[in-house]
């Protein structure tokens, strides 16, 4: 049943567009809680996607809430061949059906990289009738798409959703003021860590219209586990791509410093990514090969039972030569649900989600040797661990979970629908 703008206030009901590149993706798991919560709320929630992405390997959330079902989705051409083909022949036929859309959706100065990779053209074609009350978009990039969609009616009120790299590299590469047109046309900015606020309010955006808003878990999704590490035994998990901003070329020194230190110590990675050729290499070279498992890929439930095994998570984030960092790491915050304690960095917005000394502890970024020193603390002291281990469970289960992130964006969202223009 679809309902009336008034009627979505009267009854507290929205209809709420939230917009993502490629949906489902498995490492965004942050963007189905975001949408599930929406949905349990009792919101009428469509999912607009530039492409479908992984299908064959989808969480369980996806079926369960049959959200294929409710995603429209662009269908932009992969391949630049073909989207030079594409682009011009979807201007087209926009322009028969809708032509002063059409002209607003080829405007440079506006829309920057959202009109030259097509996706204004492309999701006028698909969202044809379809009207929100907000919409949300995930990643500043997508954000140019979603100005466009506000100004052309399909949204009353726009907000966008900032995660790390599409502040600290996108404007690097596509210039400084790609967002500034954006930011005039949101109603509401969220960023997920303090630090990636500071660099949108750096870059131009209005600080009042920002709000701090936590990539968000279901905390109990991730069961928490009473560790008890045995004296022969300690694992060590770490779960994100194989990428320069995760660290783990960090991580392996670390190992190699303290493998005869700590009896059955093993370091398992999930994830995959360019950089694994490399790591498996310098793995072999410090010969820790034989204690270092490179896992891949893995579903969210999996990864669940890999937090839930695990004497200790460690994530050792940098700013990559790109100049690409790390936003939030969600992965801090699930390990730390499940009970487990962690190492990481004191990089960008990790200190927001890891209290350093309480549950967990953080040293300075590209530092292998204080990452081996707090390891091997951890190891030592094995009834601070589990004390930890507890603290940490306790402070995301308050700050973290999605439903009460998503009631804090509720309030939010109705304080926006129901402002004057």
Not at 188 to 215: C, H
Not at 275 to 294: H, K, S, T
Not at 381 to 391: A, D, F, S, V
Not at 392 to 418: N, P
Request: charged share 25%.
């Amino acid at each position: 049943m679809r309902f009336s703008k008034v009627t979505s206030i009267l009854v507290g009901r929205m209809k709420i567009g939230v917009m993502v590149g490629r949906f489902p993706v498995v490492s965004e798991q942050f963007i189905l809680n975001h949408i599930v919560g929406l949905i349990d709320s009792g919101h009428e929630v469509t999912i607009l996607a530039v492409n479908e992405g992984d299908i064959d390997r989808v969480q369980p959330m996806v079926r369960d809430y049959q959200l294929m079902e409710q995603t429209v989705f662009a269908r932009l051409p992969r391949s630049p061949r073909a989207r030079f083909v594409g682009v011009p022949l979807m201007f087209l036929w926009n322009l028969i059906r809708r032509p002063i859309p059409t002209f607003i959706g080829i405007r440079y100065g506006r829309y920057r990289t959202g009109v030259t990779s097509g996706k204004t053209m492309f999701f006028l074609n698909a969202v044809g009738s379809l009207r929100f009350d907000l919409l949300h978009v995930h990643f500043g990039a997508n954000g140019l798409t979603g100005a466009f969609l506000k100004d052309i009616g399909v949204a009353d009120r726009l907000a966008v959703a900032f995660h790390g790299s599409d502040i600290n590299t996108y404007p690097r590469r596509y210039g400084q003021d790609v967002y500034h047109y954006m930011y005039s046309r949101c109603d509401l900015i969220t960023a997920n860590t303090s630090f990636t606020a500071d660099k949108i309010v750096a870059n131009g955006a209005d600080r009042s219209r920002i709000r701090l808003v936590p990539e968000s878990l279901k905390v109990g999704e991730y069961p928490f586990v009473e560790r008890d590490p045995k004296e022969n035994r300690f694992r060590i998990l770490t779960v994100g791509r194989l990428v320069d901003k995760k660290g783990h070329r960090y991580v392996l020194p670390a190992i190699a410093a303290i493998r005869d230190r700590i009896p059955g110590l093993s370091y398992r990675m999930v994830g995959d990514g360019p950089n694994r050729p490399a790591l498996e290499a310098q793995a072999r070279e410090l010969g820790v090969d034989d204690i270092c498992e490179f896992a891949g890929l893995m579903t969210s439930d999996a990864i669940q039972h890999e937090y839930a095994k695990c004497d200790l998570f460690v994530l050792a984030s940098v700013t990559a030569p790109s100049g690409d960092m790390e936003g939030q790491g969600l992965v801090l915050q699930e390990a730390q649900a499940s009970g487990c304690p962690v190492v990481s960095t004191l990089h960008n917005g990790i200190p927001d989600g890891v209290l350093d000394g309480e549950t967990g502890l953080l040293v300075p970024e590209g530092d292998s040797q204080g990452l081996a020193d707090a390891i091997l603390r951890m190891a030592d002291e094995r009834e601070r661990l589990k004390e930890m281990g507890r603290h940490g469970s306790q402070f995301v289960k308050e700050k973290y979970d999605t439903a009460a992130v998503t009631q804090t964006l509720q309030g939010w969202y109705r304080e926006l629908i129901g402002m004057e223009r």
